[in-house]
């Protein structure tokens, strides 16, 4: 079974920073393009960012680049969101999910992790 | 980045059919074949109910088609269930290497 279980989220101050962790199992990770998303209280889904299954291509969202950097640990079946200098509008719940590989459509989701930004 | 156009509600009957527009640019959803849409009930996370604009994964429904015309793609529910009543987003791939949600529609079953 395909599982993705994301963590570290939490509340951090403005200009902060957190990692957060997505682990997956039940499929070979390191086959698979990966994404984040995000979804702030009460509004739609944003993408933010991609990589590809060896750690090449990243990309991000114009909202997050510079700020934030996607890795993974093939290793580990585990991918990363370094996140920082977190501005208030940076508060989501962000999800991992894993590229089809059918025009970058994600078959499945984590469960989400709750960023909260605020003094 | 923008987002994709999406109507902010629709709503239908139970057995009805309607239909969520999805409206775009030549950049994304007139340029490229890669749109999906995603179910999301509250509180869970977002489902993958078609892919490439018009594919369906297995255990998604037949009452659920897709289709693209343009700079717009469309999402379909015949024979509308209570259980469809959710929030509605379709995404794409945008030239530059970036992705894009739509805004997101609730489909409200009446």
């Known amino acids: 079974e395909v599982q993705l279980v994301e963590s570290g989220g939490g509340l951090v101050q403005p200009g902060g920073s957190l990692r957060l962790s997505c682990a997956a199992s039940?499929?070979?990770?390191?086959?698979?393009?990966m994404k984040w998303v995000r979804q702030a209280p009460g509004k739609g889904l944003e993408w933010i960012s991609h990589?590809?299954?060896?750690?090449?291509?990243?990309y991000y969202a114009d909202s997050v680049k510079g700020r934030f950097t996607v890795s993974r640990d093939n290793a580990k079946n585990s991918m990363y969101l370094q996140m920082r200098n977190l501005r208030d509008e940076d508060t989501a719940v962000y999800f991992c999910?894993?590229?089809?590989?059918?025009?970058?459509?994600?078959?499945?989701w984590g469960q989400g992790t709750l960023v909260t930004v605020s003094s | 980045q923008s987002a994709l156009t999406q109507p902010a509600s629709v709503s239908g009957s139970p057995g009805q059919s309607i239909t969520i527009s999805c409206t775009g640019t030549?950049?994304?959803?007139?340029?490229?074949?890669?749109v999906s849409w995603y179910q999301q009930h509250p509180g869970n996370a977002p489902k993958l109910i078609i892919y490439?604009?018009?594919n369906r994964p297995s255990g998604v429904p037949d009452r659920f088609s897709a289709s693209k015309s343009g700079n717009t793609a469309s999402l379909t529910i015949t024979g509308l269930q209570a259980e469809d009543e959710a929030d509605y987003y379709c995404?794409?791939?945008?030239?530059?290497?970036?992705?894009?949600f739509g805004g997101g529609t609730k489909v409200t079953v009446l």
């Open positions: 999910a894993r590229d089809s590989g059918q025009g970058g459509a994600m078959d499945y």
């Open positions: 039940g499929f070979t990770f390191s086959t698979y393009n």
């Open positions: 990589i590809g299954n060896s750690g090449s291509p990243t």
């Open positions: 030549s950049s994304d959803v007139g340029a490229y074949n890669y």
């Open positions: 490439t604009v018009t």
């Open positions: 995404f794409s791939y945008r030239s530059g290497n970036t992705l894009v």
